[in-house]
C-alpha cells in the first residue's frame, strides 16, 4: 500500500474507508488529491477482500469543493474527471458518508458513489455554476436520481440544501446523527458486503447503463474548453 498526503486509507475487511484529510481546508479539492483518490479507488478495486467502498472526509467537512488556491495551470488536468469516472465505473458498491459542507466538486464525488449516507448537519450543494464551473456528476445523473426539474433547480440556482431535504427529494438515502454517521455507513456497507460478490458487482453494471451518453461527454469537452479557453484569456 502507497502512502498517501492528502487522504487516508483504511481497511476495515470487507470494507474501505477512504477520507479526503485536508481538514484545515475544509478538505477542499486540489489536483494532488484528486491523482491520490485515484491511485486509492484502483487499489481498493484490486483487492479482493474489499467487498464495499466508503468515501468521506475528516474534520468539519465532507469537502467544501474545488480548492481555488490550486494553481491555475492545473485546471485542465483537474477538469479531466479520471476520477470521477473510476468512481462512477467501479464494480465495488460505493458509500459517500457525507457531513458538513458538501459542495461543487464534492457533492458530485457523492452523487457518483451508488449510495449517500448524510450526517444530519451536513449542507448540499452543486455550485459550480457559481464559480463558472460545470457538474459532471449533475449533468448525467442527478436527473435520474431526483427528476430533471429538481435537478435544474438546484443546479442553476445553486442553492445549498439540508440532508434532510435531500433525503425529501431522494437525493440522500439516509441521514444519521452526526455522531453515528460512519456507523451508520458502516452499518449499510457490511449489510451490502454479506451477498454474493458476482451478484451486487454485475447488479451495479446494470443499474449504471444508459446514465452517461456520448452526447454528455461531448456537451461536457465542449463546455470545459469553453471555460478553460476563458480562463486563459484571463
Not at 486540489?30 to 474534520?59: P, R, Y
Not at 450543494?125 to 460545470?134: M, N, T
Not at 449533475?138 to 439540508?162: W, Y
Not at 454474493?196 to 444508459?210: L, V
Request: glycine share 8%.
Amino acid at each position: 500500500m502507497q502512502t498517501y498526503q492528502t487522504i487516508l486509507y483504511e481497511k476495515k475487511a470487507p470494507v474501505g474507508i477512504i477520507t479526503m484529510n485536508r481538514p484545515d481546508k475544509l478538505n477542499a479539492m486540489n489536483l494532488e488529491m484528486k491523482k491520490e483518490l485515484v491511485d486509492a479507488l484502483s487499489e481498493m478495486e484490486a483487492d479482493d477482500d474489499i467487498k464495499v467502498v466508503i468515501l468521506t472526509g475528516a474534520g468539519r467537512a465532507f469537502s467544501a469543493g474545488h480548492d481555488n488556491n490550486d494553481p491555475l495551470e492545473n485546471m485542465p488536468e483537474f477538469a479531466n474527471l479520471k476520477e470521477e469516472e473510476l468512481l462512477f465505473t467501479l464494480d465495488k458498491p460505493t458509500i459517500a458518508a457525507v457531513h458538513g459542507y458538501t459542495l461543487g466538486d464534492a457533492m458530485q464525488q457523492a452523487l457518483l458513489c451508488d449510495l449517500i449516507v448524510a450526517s444530519d448537519n451536513a449542507v448540499l450543494g452543486f455550485i459550480g455554476p457559481r464559480i463558472g464551473g460545470l457538474c459532471y456528476g449533475a449533468f448525467t445523473i442527478l436527473p435520474a436520481v431526483i427528476g430533471r426539474h429538481l435537478a435544474n433547480e438546484l443546479l442553476f440556482t445553486c442553492d445549498q440544501i439540508s440532508a434532510e431535504e435531500g433525503y425529501r427529494m431522494g437525493l440522500v438515502n439516509k441521514v444519521a446523527p452526526h455522531e453515528k454517521l460512519m456507523e451508520a455507513a458502516l452499518e449499510m456497507a457490511n449489510k451490502i458486503a454479506q451477498w454474493p460478490t458476482a451478484a451486487i458487482k454485475y447488479s451495479k453494471r446494470a443499474m449504471r447503463i444508459g446514465l452517461t451518453t456520448r452526447n454528455h461527454e461531448d456537451a461536457l469537452s465542449e463546455g470545459w474548453q469553453a471555460i478553460l479557453g476563458a480562463m486563459a484569456d484571463h
